[in-house]
Nanobody, 125 residues
Framework: QVQLVESGGGSVQAGGSLRLSCAASGYTATDSCMGWFRQAPGKERDWVAHIYTSHGSTHYADSVKGRFTISQDNAKNTLYLHMNSLKPEDTAMYYC??????????????????WGQGTQVTVSS
């Protein structure tokens, strides 16, 4: 059974940094993607970034490009999202997602099969 557990969220002031972690257990998919999405109250779930687990290629939403970095530690089965220069508009619940073997949902959240419970990020001005 696949389980994704996010951690690292919190409250920071604008310009600050946070590192989100997603610990994956039971996840053995190959040639697939893992990603980060976020959802603010009353808004759609938005793609933030994803990474191809086999070769490490990364992709970012324009709104976070240059500020956020997605990475993976295969030895620890952990996905990270390093967030710098945070803005109030980054405030949201952040979710980790993982796709099935042979699939990569990319920026389309409905494609991802596995999800964490989310971790809240709040950025104050």
């Amino acid at each position: 059974q696949v389980q994704l557990v996010e951690s690292g969220g919190g409250s920071v002031q604008a310009g600050g940094s946070l590192r989100l972690s997603c610990a994956a257990s039971g996840y053995t998919a190959t040639d697939s993607c893992m990603g980060w999405f976020r959802q603010a109250p009353g808004k759609e779930r938005d793609w933030v970034a994803h990474i191809y687990t086999s070769h490490g290629s990364t992709h970012y939403a324009d709104s976070v490009k240059g500020r956020f970095t997605i990475s993976q530690d295969n030895a620890k089965n952990t996905l990270y999202l390093h967030m710098n220069s945070l803005k109030p508009e980054d405030t949201a619940m952040y979710y980790c997602a993982a796709d099935r073997s042979g699939y990569c949902g990319g920026d389309y959240w409905r494609s991802y099969k596995y999800w964490g419970q989310g971790t809240q990020v709040t950025v104050s001005s």
